[in-house]
């Protein structure tokens, strides 16, 4: 196996450590932008070297963001090179279009470390697929929003506060936004739905919801009912229908999901005979994610392709119905719905995901959490 | 593929009922001592029926007990058909003399049903095995003896009471020795412990000590610590040996382990890449072991042999030192080792595992448990 490794950041870097020795893989060219020397490696800034080598058979991409990733695995695809990604957003944005043409072009197409960074989760999703039917996916996705969750309830800090020291720990970025608002577990759901149910969810009717607007005093008052919050997400298959929603929820203690420490992520499948079986670990990092990386590697070398036949497009139906803790803005429909009040915060009656999605959007300032 | 099924009970009847309308697999032959009637399969009391069809590639060995077990599936090997078993003491007891013998055959042999019920564990330490080094497993292996220590902390029941509950709702058997006393988890962590480092663990060498002692006061005791007791088995493998015991073990609250309710595990691997990964899930019931079973079947039928290569014979080294809580007993030896008292309990200094459990065998009311 000759790859071609697009990026040398974190995972590209990663990847090329573990890989060392391997007698069955070579990297043997390194598209980046940075000046790296290194002796058992082409390195380049001109993806064409990659792309116009034939002795290259799989593109490994670990450079992130959209473009030019996509241009990039595109045309490797193009040009019948397998693929193996870490790459969420790329992958979820331009699934309609990369999975049928894998499957069109008989390549193969791998992405385990986009979902759960060093967890064997799209794997996992992968061989539970052959005996039974995945009935639910989700949970916590994000290491950045479940380290600035868990700072705020075990230290009482205020959301700046925690966030600022995650981004000095180097579990957020300067610009947070992808992460806090929930894009990143957004990414993550609509993915493991895809590969789970085996549709192609329309991502304009997945909502999403992530924890910028969450203050101390939201915290304390769910210390009060002992409750934790934390970002999930969950995508869900009933009755021949799909919902798919992230949101901040809240999580009674004693829960495996209130018990998720730090940057960790948990991750949960519902089998039809399995049952609920959850993963724990790491979600991010170096060494964790190049480790799925290399796996899919693994895997392409077996003949493994991508983990489930494209399926059918779909919306998501959030009809199904939920109470809400909100903060931060209390209107006429909330007052209408209300139930509870916490503190100066309401706890609705029973709404559905969609109608409470559609609210916040006309009210971006409040805070929302749905109880479990 | 065809398959012939010993054993009719809880795991079975579900691998029977999960198989229906599976068209590249068929399960010909029964063998149990019940009246059963099926109409797609010959119900049997002797095993020759399956031992001597030449159509049947694959036994899957679902009666539990070591005998007739063992002497059954060592037949089917020499006979040169597969096997497939949820029976974790067979494995366990055998292991020395069966997966040499499948290596030896090129047989396929699977087990993952007998560690962690419907938990992808064995299949999962396989996979990662393919890309880094596994450090450690371990874990909660034992649903019977989380619901006991769970009810007895949530509950404020005692011990007998717990029991008597756990039995009432089918999570301990009649006679609970094998789970209570470890034995059980006991298994699991030597064939993980096996798997993961490529090694065969002397099982004398790997000592277990039970939950069978524990009082409420004991309880009482950890929660005024804030600590919850588990039972836990460590395999570990560090500077070339290896250490493996079972004990109860006492976790800090908001410790993912402490958050496990009910009659679930969590077992967790350390890779040298991935870090730490727990999978949480149903350690037995029908439908989640089945489905372990199904899996295994299909892998059979994509040629999956034996998780690991067989690994050669090692003691467990357990010099490594904790720190115990006791009580029950109080002799010149814990008194030697006093660091503190908790209530009418003692806990230690550190003490090597070894030594602590050497103290334990002469004295067999105390209750221990090491403070992680």
Redesign the interface.
Known sequence: MKIGLLGFGVVGRGLYD?MQGRPDMQIKTVVCLEDVQLTDAKVTKNFQEVLEDDSIDTVVEAMGGLHPAYEFVRAAMEAGKNIVTSNKALVATFYDELIPLAQEKGLLFRCTAAVGG???WL??LE??R???TVEAVGGIMNGTCNYILDSMT?LGQDYAEALAEAQKLGYAEANPTTDVEGIDTWHKVILSSNIGFGVSLIPETVPVCGISKIKASDVENFKAKNLVCKLISTGKQENGKISAYVQPTLVPQ???E????ANYN?ITLV?S??????????GA?R??T???V??DC?DVLCGKGFYSPYGEKVAACNEGKLCYYVSGVCDSFIEANKAETWGNAVVTGPVSVSEMHAWLKNNPDAFIAAIQ
Chains 1, 2 share one sequence.
């Open positions: 573990l060093g967890i064997s794997s996992e061989r539970t052959r005996t039974q075990r004693g829960q495996p209130a018990a998720v420490p948990l089998g005979a399995s049952d609920r079986m959850s993963f724990f670990g790491q990092g060494y964790p190049a480790h799925n290399f796996q693994v």
